[in-house]
């Protein structure tokens, strides 16, 4: 009897004690996706609606593969997939504490898991979750973007990238970044690296540097406190997002003229963007705003509690 109303609490509790499976509603189209950095929550926006889900753990980051979408999670490095087609979120695999980063290759369908703890990247098979490989980086990594056979990797605490040979499976050579960087971009092999700078000073710089080389081809003044990157490949426009100052800066990628700057609301952190739109989130403002990438201008905003981080684009808004 004991046993059977232990099962029963934890089908209510939408959590499966034995493989941590979570009930999600079923959607029409597929839904936006927020994480929350407040609370061990995850939302989805339908049809101008927000759902939000309880779980058992607090996400650190949220990838989008071919056939569903990765979750890791902060504490216990246990990654769940999350499948609309079941309506469910379940463990994929578990791995070491200390995940800061996801990022997937779609060419090979390979999943890259940025460790901080750990100060590693581990290459995973997506579909089976096996480990194909570790590589060990710089200290705390917290960001990654792989272009072909190139990975890049920018940690924190050596405040430094490092540059991999993915074929070899080993960094070639690691350049000096700004301190306490945090956002990073590719393009065209030039990166470009925003970041809080030194302690006791207010940075409101881009850093640009050589893929191929590391070495510092100049910086670009923005917002206070660069911290995220977007880039439209069909106008070839970066955009930026201040921390610090409340804004999106839109920027020529050709010349490095501002555009444009949009304020939004308080300490936004993320930004992510499909075909048509760019969306940001604001941790203290608890908002997700909506820009329309043509116009450049707010068409929605949602208002999420608890710290919306991570947003994965959906269907039509």
């Known amino acids: 009897m004991i046993r059977t109303i232990f099962f029963l609490l934890c089908f209510l509790t939408l959590i499966g004690c034995s493989n941590q499976q ?34 058992s753990f607090t996400i650190t980051d949220i990838v989008e593969t071919t056939n569903f979408v990765v979750i890791g999670s902060k504490n216990d490095g246990v990654l769940y997939k999350l499948d609309f087609e079941e309506n469910k979120i379940d463990s994929l695999t578990s791995k070491s504490e200390g995940i800061s980063k996801l990022y997937y ?7 890259f898991i ?41 940690n924190s605490e050596s405040h430094s990238v490092s540059v991999i040979d993915l074929k070899k499976e080993e960094v070639l050579f690691d350049f000096p970044v700004l301190e306490r960087p945090s ?10 690296i925003g970041g809080h700078g030194k302690s006791g000073v207010l940075n409101n710089q881009i850093y640009i540097y050589s893929a191929t080389t590391g070495e510092m081809m100049g910086s670009k003044e923005v917002g206070l406190m660069p911290i995220d990157f977007s880039f439209d490949n069909n106008t070839e426009y970066i955009y930026v997002v201040c921390h610090g100052s409340n804004e999106v800066i839109k920027i020529d990628s050709q010349d490095l003229i501002v555009k444009d700057k949009l304020t939004v609301a308080s300490n936004p952190n993320f930004i992510n963007s499909d075909e048509n739109y760019l969306y940001v989130t604001s941790l203290d403002g608890n908002e997700l705003t909506i820009i329309n990438l043509s116009t450049f201008r707010v068409i929605d905003t949602f208002t999420i509690d608890n710290g919306p981080f991570v947003v994965i684009p959906g269907g039509e808004l």
């Not at 936006?32 to 309880?54: A, Q, R, W």
């Not at 290759?105 to 999943?111: A, D, K, M």
């Not at 956002?183 to 470009?192: A, H, I, P, R, W």
């Open 183 to 192: 956002g990073m971009l590719l393009v065209n092999d030039v990166l470009y």
């Open 105 to 111: 290759e779609e060419s090979t369908g390979v999943l």
């Open 22 to 55: 979570i009930s999600i509603p079923e959607f029409e189209e597929k839904p936006i996706i927020v994480s929350h950095l407040k609370s061990s929550d995850i939302s989805f926006i339908s049809n101008g609606k927000i759902s939000t889900i309880p779980l």
């Open 114 to 154: 940025v460790n901080a703890l750990e100060n590693s990247v581990e290459l995973v098979d997506v579909e089976n979750g096996q480990t194909l490989t570790k590589i060990e980086v710089g200290q705390y990594p917290i960001d990654m973007i792989v272009s072909g056979e190139m990975g890049y990797v920018l």
